[in-house]
C-alpha cells in the first residue's frame, strides 16, 4: 500500500490541471478557436529570440563534458556572480555569489526553503487568496500552512493587524507571492513596510526567527509603471525564491534560484543546508545547460506591452459584461467576482466553452481567476461567450 499522505493526494487531485485536461478534450471536440481556455499559468509569449541564440551557441561551444557533467550543487560559481550582480545593481543590495543557490524553478526553491527551515509542526503562514501548492510543499516537511482571510475591503492587499493575530510561538515564516497569483494584486511599499514592521516586532517578542519567503515568479510582470518593492530591503530575514518560468517563458525549463541575504540571521548555516536541501530533494543541482542560458540572458524581458494589452481588453469586456474584477497591476491573472457560487459558476462557464479556476481552489471562493496568458485573438473571441454567461445570471 502507498503512502497514506499521498493516497488523501491522489483523491484531491489538482483543480487548475484537471481543467487544462478538460480544455484538451474540449479542444478535440470543438475546435481549439471555439474553447476559451483560461484555465492555467502557461505563458503564451514565446522565450525572447536571444535564449534560443544562447540555447545553440552554448550547446555548440562548450565541451560537452564539461555542459552536461554534474556541479557544485548549489550552482555553476560563475552563474550565481552574474545573478548576484544583476540583482545588486537593479535593487541596490549587496549580494555575492555565496547568496545565491541555483534552483529548480520555484516550486523547487520553496521545496528547499521549507526543508531548510522547517521541523514537523512549524507553522507556515500565508495571505487568502494564495497558490494551492504552497499547502503541498509546506505538507512535505510536515510543516502546517495557515492561511490568513482574504482582505477583500482591503482590495485583497494583505492585512498587517491580520498577520499580527495569526503569528504564535509556533510561526516559522510568512510566505508571500508578489505580483500575486491569483489575484493580480502589487503589494504596495506601504503593505510591505507594513508586514516588515509587524515581523519585528513579533520576532523581538517571541525570541526567535520568523522568516519571510518571498515567492516572485512574477516580479518582471507588473503594468503602468508600477513598482514590486524588493523584500530583503525592507526586512533582514527574508528569503527569495524566484524563477524564470514566466519571466523568460520557460516554465517546462525548471530554472530559478533561491537568494540568502548575508544580512539574514543564520545565513551560513541556512545557505549549506539549502544546498545540501537541494541535493538530497533528489534535484542535486539546477540544469546546468540552462544555467548558462539565463546568465546571458539577465538583462532579457518578455513582451509585457502584450500581457499588458490582453490585461485592458479582457477588464473592459468582463466588466462591460456586467462582471467585477479586479484591476490587475501585475502578473497575468483577473479576479473576478462570482454573481454566486464559484464552483457552480465555473461548471455553468463550461457550456459557453469558457474554462475559468474556481477561487475555492486557491482558498478564496466567491471568485475565479482567469488567465489572460492566452492569444489576443483568443481575449477578443471569448467576450460573447462571457456577455452570454452574464445575461445567466441577470447582468
Ligand atoms: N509560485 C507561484 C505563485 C506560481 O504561480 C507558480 C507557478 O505557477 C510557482 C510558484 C511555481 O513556479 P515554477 O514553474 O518556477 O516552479
Request: charged letters at 20%; hydrophobic letters at 40%.
Given at each position: ?100 543557490l541555483?534552483t529548480v524553478?520555484?516550486?523547487g526553491g520553496l521545496n528547499v526553503i521549507l526543508k531548510t ?124 525564491g ?16 533561491v ?14 543546508a539549502a544546498v545540501?536541501a537541494n541535493?538530497?530533494l533528489?534535484f ?112
Amino acid at each position: 500500500m502507498i503512502s497514506a499522505k499521498m493516497i488523501r493526494m491522489t483523491e484531491g487531485g489538482s483543480a487548475i490541471r484537471a481543467m487544462f485536461e478538460e480544455g484538451a478534450r474540449m479542444a478535440a471536440r470543438f475546435g481549439q478557436e471555439n474553447v476559451y481556455d483560461f484555465s492555467l499559468g502557461n505563458p503564451n509569449i514565446p522565450a525572447p529570440e536571444k535564449v534560443r541564440e544562447e540555447i545553440v551557441r552554448i550547446a555548440s561551444e562548450t565541451d560537452p563534458m564539461e555542459l552536461h557533467g554534474y556541479m557544485s550543487n548549489a550552482g555553476y560559481p560563475e552563474v550565481r556572480a552574474k545573478v548576484a550582480a544583476s540583482l545588486n545593481s537593479r535593487f541596490g543590495t549587496d549580494f555575492t555569489g555565496d547568496n545565491i543557490l541555483m534552483t529548480v524553478g520555484a516550486a523547487g526553491g520553496l521545496n528547499v526553503i521549507l526543508k531548510t527551515l522547517l521541523n514537523p509542526g512549524d507553522e507556515v503562514l500565508v495571505f487568502a487568496p494564495y497558490f494551492l501548492e504552497y499547502g503541498n510543499y509546506v505538507s512535505n516537511f510536515d510543516g502546517v500552512l495557515k492561511a490568513i482571510p482574504a482582505n477583500i475591503e482591503g482590495n485583497f492587499q494583505p492585512d498587517p493587524e491580520a498577520l499580527r493575530a495569526a503569528i504564535t510561538p509556533k510561526t516559522k515564516a510568512l510566505l508571500l507571492n508578489n505580483p500575486n497569483n491569483p489575484t493580480g494584486v502589487i503589494y504596495t511599499e506601504q503593505t510591505v513596510r507594513a508586514i516588515a514592521a509587524v515581523l519585528e516586532e513579533k520576532q523581538a517578542e517571541l525570541g526567535t526567527p520568523i522568516y519571510l519567503i518571498s515567492d516572485e515568479p512574477y516580479r518582471e510582470l507588473a503594468y503602468d509603471g508600477k513598482e514590486v518593492p524588493y523584500l530583503t530591503n525592507y526586512y533582514r530575514n527574508t528569503l527569495v525564491g524566484y524563477s524564470w518560468s514566466k519571466s523568460l517563458s520557460l516554465p517546462g525549463e525548471r530554472i530559478g534560484y533561491v537568494v540568502v541575504p548575508p544580512a539574514c540571521d543564520d545565513a551560513r548555516l541556512i545557505f549549506d543546508a539549502a544546498v545540501i536541501a537541494n541535493r538530497i530533494l533528489g534535484f542535486v543541482n539546477a540544469p546546468s545547460l540552462q544555467q548558462r542560458v539565463v546568465a546571458e540572458c539577465l538583462d532579457e524581458r518578455t513582451d509585457v506591452a502584450a500581457y499588458d494589452r490582453n490585461r485592458r481588453t479582457l477588464y473592459e469586456g468582463l466588466t462591460e459584461a456586467g462582471f467585477t474584477c479586479v484591476y490587475p497591476d501585475g502578473a497575468f491573472y483577473m479576479w473576478m467576482k462570482t454573481p454566486g457560487d464559484d464552483r457552480e459558476f465555473s461548471e455553468r462557464a463550461k457550456k459557453y466553452n469558457i474554462l475559468v479556476v474556481p477561487g475555492t481552489s486557491f482558498a478564496c471562493p466567491g471568485y475565479v481567476r482567469v488567465a489572460y496568458c492566452v492569444s489576443y485573438d483568443r481575449i477578443v473571441r471569448s467576450l460573447p461567450a462571457f456577455k452570454k454567461l452574464a445575461a445567466e445570471y441577470g447582468l
